[in-house]
């Protein structure tokens, strides 16, 4: 019998949904065996080791949320190590980047993909983040630090998750909580006045941008480099200022997002600072930090794509 696990969060606005069309619909599968991991009101990395200490080799995963419960997933399954396991991802949260990256599926899709009836089974190069030259996270679509990342907290707070839950929360509405707290926070120093990027002295940044898909929060655009093992997009904005960053919006949303093609990138501070680091949404704050470095994967993560 195959094995698969439906992992989820019964505390998302959408659960209704992943109930309804993930939850009772594998009840109806034959020929595998299905367990379920729901998703702790803890963090990404506790959820992770959890689900990474009850996956074997040759389980298929999916991932039934948003960017953070398929970001447990990924890194559930990148951290497990387990030989021909496969990841699929439902897009049942608010922009779902990692769910578009790979082509919107249904439950049913995904698992007609790992029986290789449709779909297919790929390879994924995603991405490394090390903190003080110490693994933090693995990441698919996007990474940032600064000003950016520190914006993606806006999405956690109590009024805004109760608006989503309402159906409240459509993209135009979630960019006006965004300008809102722009309007409050861009004058706070996010980044270091002067720091090195990839050796070089900066100053004047507010973001280290990373891009490893097409795009980033569904609607900065990029370039996708997520089927190859050596390359992603990285570079620099500085957003401090309405003038900049209305331009940069524009320049991201019409054209693409500032950034060149890389296989490293390597932030230095001058001294220890705190900082917001962010990956697929998810974001945390580190203090004491001299270092930050992002590459690709070691090894590729399989994951089912839309044929």
Not at 111 to 122: F, L, S, T, W, Y
Not at 244 to 266: A, C, Y
Request: with cysteine; proline share 1%; aromatic share 10%.
């Amino acid at each position: 019998m195959k094995r698969l696990i439906i992992v989820y969060n019964p505390r998302s606005s959408q659960f209704s949904r992943v109930r309804a069309q993930v939850l009772q619909a594998s009840r109806k599968l034959a020929g595998w065996t299905v367990g379920k991991f729901e998703v702790a009101d803890t963090d990404v990395d506790d959820n992770a080791k959890r689900l990474a200490g009850m996956l074997s080799d040759g389980d298929l995963v999916v991932a039934a949320g948003g960017d953070g419960t398929a970001t447990i997933a990924l890194n559930g399954v990148m951290s497990a190590g387990v030989r021909d396991g496969k990841l699929g991802v439902l897009g049942y949260g608010n922009f779902n980047d990692m769910a578009r990256m790979l082509g919107m599926m249904s439950f049913m899709e995904i698992v007609a993909a790992a029986e290789g009836r449709e779909g297919k089974v790929v390879e994924v190069w995603g991405l490394q983040c090390l903190v003080n030259d110490k693994h933090w996270r693995w990441g698919m679509g996007y990474f940032t630090i600064g000003l950016l990342a520190e914006a993606a907290a806006i999405f956690d707070r109590r009024k805004l998750r109760r608006a989503l839950r309402r159906g409240q929360g459509n993209l135009i509405g979630q960019l006006m909580w965004a300008v809102k707290w722009y309007g409050k926070n861009r004058r706070k120093q996010f980044l270091p006045k002067k720091f090195l990027y990839n050796g070089e002295t900066v100053e004047g940044a507010t973001d280290v941008i990373v891009m490893n898909d097409g795009r980033m929060a569904r609607i900065m655009k990029g370039k996708k480099m997520f089927m190859g093992k050596k390359k992603f997009m990285a570079g620099l904005a500085g957003n401090g200022e309405w003038r900049s960053m209305i331009w940069f919006g524009i320049r991201s949303v019409l054209w693409r997002t500032p950034v060149r093609e890389t296989s490293r990138v390597m932030v230095e501070f001058f001294e220890e600072v705190s900082v917001e680091v962010q990956f697929e949404g998810e974001y945390k704050r580190f203090d004491g930090v001299r270092t930050v470095e992002v590459k690709k994967m070691a090894a590729p993560a399989k994951m089912i794509m839309r044929g």
